[in-house]
């Protein structure tokens, strides 16, 4: 076929330099000169091939990301404080491999920059409904911190209780996954997320007696020995635009150390049973959107019955309402987190202004309470750039 192409592209060729040049002067033409000019269009036709190559490159390079500006208002301060700058790269080679990353830069009260690595991957895509991820990713348990919780994504200027590190949702893990969607029926999508991990570990009081917090950072080493795995299956019904998700895990949690304890260093050998269960929903209707999440950490006494099983749970509902053919959205968001040590409760109302669909400007007023009445309330303003 190509020797056919070239052939009669040839002819083509001649026959236009014939209708070109007098006859008397074609007679006085050499073959010779004929294929030199031959090969000279051939190299300029590869040198045009080659100029056109970055319009279709194998490879591609991209930047994401957000930051948020915020005022904080409570009894005893007024401050305005840089939220976070983070950064999303994206390195894919084709349509099979991508390396993902994001960095959170943030500022603590002292003016220091702190860098954090929220998740590190490279994921190969192994068909049209499954892709293999490994790394360190956002934990896929649940809906908030995997989906919602870019500040430019979340509706209100702070998180629900529970959601945030040190809560019952776990926020990351290391280790690998596999995720991905496929068609239920003609009016069904499906959704799933299955990993195995490094897993989390449960913090002790200073005396080592009590559980008091749980840790899901995203730990870079296996302390208890043995890897955590679960998942979340989740089911989308375009029709009536409700998204439904339930999440499992299970395995071990080493035990680390509170900050003030003064006794010699850890034992990590020291685990205990773990299991997670959550659900999600999410709903829209025109402009109304209403979203709630559950989630539940557990976790099993010692072997040896020297300190008891502890539970982390928290739940949040959510309703939001964007006025037709404005720019204007009202929020309200209710939430409770549960530990061993305390409750706490926290009611959110906010308003805010969206620019464009990836700038938002919000204010907010939150309530929030616990068992010692030692919470206060505050009013927060932020503003959130996702780029």
């Known amino acids: 076929m190509s020797i056919c192409k070239h052939a009669l592209t040839k002819t083509l060729l001649s026959l236009t330099i014939a209708s070109a040049f007098p006859a008397q002067l074609l007679a006085n033409t050499a073959d010779d000169e004929i294929e030199a000019l031959w090969q000279t269009v051939e190299q300029l036709s590869q040198q045009v091939a080659e100029a056109e190559e970055w319009k279709a490159p194998n490879t591609l390079i991209h930047m994401a990301g957000y930051a948020d500006i915020n005022f904080i208002s409570t009894d005893t301060e007024n401050s305005f404080a840089t939220g976070s700058f983070a950064p999303i790269f994206h390195y894919q080679v084709q349509d099979r491999v991508m390396m993902g990353a994001e960095l959170a830069f943030k500022v603590d009260d002292m003016g220091n920059t702190e860098v954090d690595m929220e998740y590190f991957t490279i994921d190969y895509f192994l068909n049209d409904y499954a892709t293999l991820v490994m790394g360190r990713f956002l934990s896929p348990l649940g809906q908030f911190r995997q989906n919602l919780h870019p500040t430019w994504i979340n509706k209100l200027p702070s998180a629900p209780q529970g959601f945030g590190h040190g809560g019952a949702a776990p926020l990351a893990d290391v280790g690998m996954q596999v995720r991905g969607g496929f068609k239920m029926g003609s009016s069904i999508n499906a959704n799933y997320a299955a990993y195995v991990g490094n897993g989390v570990a449960s913090e002790m009081s200073a005396d080592g007696s009590e559980l008091v917090e749980a840790h899901s950072p995203g730990f870079n080493a ?48 020291v685990k205990r049973d773990w299991d997670f269960i959550g659900a999600d929903f999410t709903w829209h209707l025109g402009g109304f959107d209403l979203r709630g999440e559950y989630v539940k950490q557990s976790y099993g006494a010692r072997a040896d019955n020297s300190s008891e099983a502890a539970d982390f749970d928290a739940v949040y509902v959510q309703a939001a309402y964007r006025f037709p053919a404005s720019k204007w959205e009202i929020v309200a968001r209710s939430s409770s987190y549960n530990n061993p040590e305390d409750s706490l409760d926290r009611s959110t109302a906010g308003v805010n202004y969206i620019f464009t669909s990836s700038v938002i400007a919000k204010l907010g007023y939150e309530s929030n309470s616990n068992r010692a009445n030692t919470a206060g309330d505050r009013v927060l303003v932020q503003m959130a750039y996702g780029f």
């Open 222 to 269: 296996d302390m208890d020995g043995s890897k955590n795995f679960g998942g979340r299956f989740g089911i989308y019904m375009p029709s009536s635009k409700l998204d439904l998700g339930l999440s499992w895990a299970t395995g071990k949690a080493a035990e680390i150390a509170n900050e003030n304890t003064v006794s010699p260093p850890q034992d990590f050998t």
